[in-house]
């Protein structure tokens, strides 16, 4: 695809569940990001791939949160035990290099009920 | 550790006029500084960047921003603004100077275009 793809584009889930939210980078692009964005608020940093480095997880909220990267390309969110301050719109984005340009997916809206 | 601060919540601004969306950052060296749009909606749209040389930068939508290093700003303006840009603002920027950085996001400024 041209762009960046997420799935689901809406999940709703038991508090408790666990849950994976899925990112397809643009093909190519070397750097991948998590980002956070309850309702008309900012964007809250999660993780950052970046390569082969190690990816920067300082912005996960707490243990329940992990994500992979599976051979440069496909990345997975995953949320165990969901709480409902994890309701929020999941957004996932990459770039080429570092000083290029984040292109942003649509989002996963995740409800916790 | 690198930041950035939006210090308004929301603008307004009345059609026709110009428009300004602050933005000051702080980094230990030379900062890499993006603008991005929101609509309602709609995933973020990439407006503008700038990475080096001129100071002034040109991008989509008839939006422009300006490097300041002494005042650590990246103001976005539009000399005349239409409805069509209330949205959503974020300005974003990344340490180069301490290798692999993440993009960090200020917290949006509403700017709101009044017919």
């Known amino acids: 695809g041209a762009g960046v793809s997420q799935s689901p584009s809406n999940k709703v889930t038991e508090k408790g569940k666990d849950v994976e939210l899925r990112c397809d980078p643009i093909s190519g692009h070397t750097a991948l990001y998590w980002y956070r964005q309850s309702l008309g608020q900012g964007l809250e940093f999660l993780i950052y791939f970046q390569g082969n480095s190690a990816p920067d997880k300082s912005g996960l909220p707490s243990d329940r949160f992990s994500a992979e990267r599976t051979g440069g390309s496909v990345s997975t969110l995953t949320i165990q035990r969901t709480q409902q301050e994890d309701s929020a719109v999941y957004l996932c984005a990459s770039s080429l290099w570092e000083n290029t340009e984040a292109f942003f997916g649509q989002g996963t809206r995740l409800t916790v009920v | 550790a690198q930041s950035v601060a939006q210090p308004e919540d929301q603008v307004n601004v009345a059609e026709g006029n110009p428009l300004t969306v602050k933005c000051t950052y702080s980094?230990?060296?030379?900062?890499?500084l993006f603008w991005y749009v929101q609509y309602p909606n709609r995933g973020l749209q990439f407006l503008l960047k700038y990475i080096t040389g001129d100071n002034l930068v040109k991008g989509s939508y008839g939006f422009e921003a300006e490097f300041n290093k002494s005042q650590t700003s990246f103001h976005l303006k539009k000399p005349s603004a239409l409805v069509s840009d209330s949205a959503l603002y974020f300005c974003a920027v990344r340490d180069p100077g301490r290798g692999n950085t993440p993009l960090v996001f200020g917290k949006g400024t509403r700017l709101s275009v009044i017919a």
């Open positions: 980094v230990s060296g030379n900062p890499y």
